[in-house]
């Protein structure tokens, strides 16, 4: 019954939508907003690639309530698994030498591609939040392998706010040198050079380095509890 | 109509990944498959929001070279607020999971159906 009902739904959610959407055509340029920001976003902000000065320059206040967002939800999974209930001393099967070994190879390397990846977000595909997700798989994989192993707490939690305190003051700076929240008063320089763009790259590496200790610490409280 | 499927496929494609999401959240009752249901939709969301900025022979927006043509990049607007809601998935996923196994350990079932029944 409930299935039977559900289908219906689904099918009178499903011709309402292809009604309305076989006005927009696939492929046909539709904001002018899109087009100004190819046409004008190098001149204006200096970053290379448009999307990352979309995230960051001309939304970069929305780019702080994501970050706000992600916060939250990491301190609302702490709050909810933070144990009432006394744990069980569960014993470790440690992993074979195979992938204790690999893990910890492979560990500096995610690291350093994860750097890679948000510090060069204005010039490449990628940015802080990529490549904070790429630096906690490497801690993922640190869980995998070396099952005693765990991270630090204080470091990440100290990491984490030191990455939301950088993005917020550099907006404040913004505030007092040019009047408005996330004006870009450092030199824009030349686009494609690593050292371009003003502010972007500097609030991208904090982005990175709170995410990935974010997401870090919400893989330590999922794996403590399970 | 073919002509319809081939110029709407990727909306077909979004539109049926967020069907098959609704679709598991209304009707499965184990809470873990309604988190995976909520995972698909969300899938499905970004797909859309992605084709509706494509352009027919669409680069990616970013001029890392000289002499880029920057007649067909795709709209850079779509792909930045897929980048945000990308990382608010991973989040929504997070919590979700954490208050299921919160549930899990509270009643000792994940079916949705038996958690109403004892409601305590």
Known sequence: MRRIVAILLLIIVAVGISRSLAKIPFGAPKTKVGRHYINEGVKETGAANIVTSVVLSYRGFDTLGEVTVLFIAAIGLGAVLTGTTEKKARKIQPASLVLYTGCRLLFPLILVFGSYIFIHGHLTPGGGFQGGAIIASGFLLIYLGCRERRINRVVSNLVESLGGLIFVVIGLLGLVFGGYFLFNFLPKGTANALFSAGIIPIVYIAIGFKVGSELAGIIDNLIEES | ?120
Do not use: C
């Open chain 2, 1 to 120: 109509m073919m002509s319809f499927l081939a110029d709407y496929i990727y909306y077909i494609g979004a539109f049926g990944l967020i069907l098959i999401g609704f679709y598991i959240i209304l009707v499965k009752h184990n809470l873990i498959k309604v988190i995976i249901g909520l995972g698909i939709l969300d899938t499905g969301v970004n797909l859309f929001l992605i084709s509706v900025g494509y352009i027919t022979k669409g680069t990616a927006p970013i001029f890392s070279g000289p002499g880029i043509d920057s007649e067909h990049m795709v709209d850079p607007v779509p792909q930045a607020l897929v980048l945000t809601a990308i990382v608010i998935g991973v989040a929504v996923l997070a919590l979700a999971l954490s208050l299921a196994i919160r549930l899990y350990q509270h009643y000792d079932t994940l079916n949705l159906r038996k958690i109403r029944e004892q409601r305590w």
